[in-house]
């Protein structure tokens, strides 16, 4: 259960970050017309039951793959590999004894590589992108990127993106708290799920009541003085 639990974190936690945390120019690059590989336009995987898309255009899908090459799109398979690799990492290396590690992500590498070859990604975007532009936007949006500034904007977009994120985490999550926070009465569970609150008063620890010490008897001092015995005069 600890290993399930485990892996199933490292899989979901695998989200946008992982695309503006690689190298410089190694995320997908967002254009004022177009943002090719961004996370946030990830169009819905076709249902088993679709019907097979028409035969695609060489001359197109050629195009599709050049413009996927100078915005480095088509590197989104092999940073996916490398961001989930890493998170299966992080959370083994806690549900794991520390010997048992270095062989466990072995084994899952070479068989993560096999049955997920990051070309698959590539050729999985490629109907993707037929069907949402036609050639001659395909061939607009490639003279963009390879203008200078389409360049540029394939180099410093990733890191405005993390940034952009990293500010809105700060803006969101201390209000997300916060409202949490005010429903504790209705569901007393938030209380142990939420982060201590900051601002509230510290609790000043109760102190103990200590009981004072018995008093000492000594023998001037009688703990029960009777009253003397009378004796009735001899006649």
Not at 27 to 42: D, E, L, N, S, V
Not at 161 to 185: F, H, K, N
Not at 217 to 225: C, E, F, R, V, Y
């Amino acid at each position: 259960m600890k290993l399930g639990m485990a892996l199933i974190t490292a899989i979901l936690c695998t989200v946008a970050p992982a695309w503006s945390q690689t190298q410089p120019g190694a995320a997908p690059a967002p254009a004022p017309q177009h943002i090719p590989g961004q996370p946030g336009t990830k169009a819905p995987a076709p249902a088993a039951t679709d019907k097979p898309t028409e035969k695609l255009d060489p001359a197109k899908e050629a195009a599709i793959r050049h413009l996927m090459d100078i915005t480095e799109t088509s590197k989104m398979g092999d940073r996916l590999h490398t961001a989930i690799t890493a998170k299966v990492h992080d959370a083994m290396s806690r549900a794991l004894p520390p010997e048992q590690l270095p062989k466990f992500m072995d084994t899952f590498s070479q068989k993560f590589a096999v049955s997920a070859p990051s070309g698959a990604v590539t050729d999985a975007m490629i109907p993707i992108y037929a069907k949402n532009f036609t050639m001659e936007e395909i061939q607009g949006l490639t003279k963009f990127y390879e203008s200078p500034v389409g360049q540029r904007v394939v180099k410093v977009m990733p890191e405005v993106v993390q940034q952009s994120q990293d500010a809105g985490v700060q803006i969101e999550q201390p209000v997300a708290i916060s409202t949490l926070r005010s429903m504790e009465t209705e569901y007393p569970q938030l209380q142990q799920m939420l982060p201590p609150d900051p601002s509230a008063p510290a609790q000043s620890p109760t102190p103990a009541v200590t009981p004072g010490p018995a008093p000492k008897l000594t023998p001037s001092t009688p703990a029960t003085t009777a009253p003397p015995a009378t004796t009735p005069p001899q006649r």
